[in-house]
């Protein structure tokens, strides 16, 4: 496995590795990896010829300084699971290999549509820098099949509606939330949790479940209040719960209307926002 750092050396092997007909899978991550990241690099090591991880910390997708300043970096460790799960190349670019000067990376895109719930409001311009950096990582790997995990519900869907809307070649495969025993969403913000509040995590798990026990016998409304009154017990402190149309992301007022709904939350434990989501009707 090879780590490189510069966009011309990235290019450069990947080109002729493409040019011996292979094919490439990629995975977009800010280091910090755990197990459900691997169970992307796995997925893609049975679907490719050539895996590529990029570890990356993208500036633009951060609301709070102190966010983007506490953000766990350990390229070394991040290297080391990667080699042992069949990763052939790991891209660890700088900011300014991401971001030069001389290039416009911006995205011409209109993405409102998508961003008017969950995550949007409550992180303005985020998904614009997520959009950005994916477009402009994927131009440089220029991947098959980019894989992206669902405890992101609604950033892999606003990617997946970037790759149909400038008709990308690059495929989009979603892999299932790799959770703890306790039903806790595997991430990287889960280091940073106090040890007093970590054993009380699960209850997002649980109120999840509730939601998805009870799509066909309350209304979305009703599950969304009573959720939120659940994720409001010490020292939780919750930012929304939305049922909504797991293409669209609008609210979901008739279940019978939509085909695909997903249940989405994101919760503070102290100062760790968590998010996660759960498939309560249809599949991805």
């Known amino acids: 496995m090879k780590v490189l750092k510069r966009v011309s050396s ?38 490719n010829d050539i ?13 709070q300084k102190e966010d983007l300043e506490k953000y766990p970096r350990n390229l070394k460790a991040d290297a080391k699971l ?9 891209f660890a670019p700088q900011v300014s290999q991401i971001y ?3 290039i416009d990376t911006s995205v011409k895109l209109d993405i409102s549509h998508l961003t008017e719930s969950m995550e949007g409001p409550n992180r303005p311009g985020h998904f614009d820098g997520v959009v950005q950096v994916v477009k402009r990582l994927l131009d ?6 980019i894989y992206m995990g669902q405890k992101d519900f609604q950033q892999f869907s606003i990617i997946g509606y970037m790759l149909r809307k400038l008709k990308m070649k690059t495929k989009l495969r979603v892999c299932p939330i790799i959770r703890e025993k306790d039903g806790l969403a595997m991430s990287s913000r889960n280091v940073r949790l106090k040890k007093s509040h970590r054993p009380k995590c699960s209850i997002i798990f649980e ?3 509730y939601a998805k026990n009870n799509l066909d016998k309350r209304k979305c409304t009703t599950i969304c209040k009573n959720a939120m009154k659940r994720l409001s017990a010490k020292p939780f402190k919750p930012e929304y ?13 008739n279940p019978d209307d ?13 100062k760790v926002r968590l998010i996660d989501n759960m498939i309560l009707k249809g599949k991805v």
């Open 51 to 63: 895996t590529v991880t990029s570890v990356f910390v993208n500036p633009t997708q951060f609301n």
């Open 10 to 47: 990235i290019q450069k092997v990947l080109q002729q590795e493409a040019a011996k007909g292979k094919t490439i899978g990629f995975i977009p991550t800010m280091g910090a990896l755990h197990m459900g990241h691997m169970s992307l690099i796995e997925k893609s090591v049975k679907e």
């Open 140 to 145: 440089i790997v220029n991947p098959d099949r």
């Open 100 to 102: 030069p000067k001389n």
């Open 82 to 90: 990667l080699k042992a799960h069949g990763c052939d190349y790991v």
């Open 207 to 209: 109120t999840l479940k």
């Open 258 to 270: 939509h085909k695909l709904i997903v249940a989405c939350t994101a919760v503070w434990a102290g």
């Open 241 to 253: 719960f939305e049922i909504v149309d797991g293409r669209t992301m609008e609210k979901v007022k």
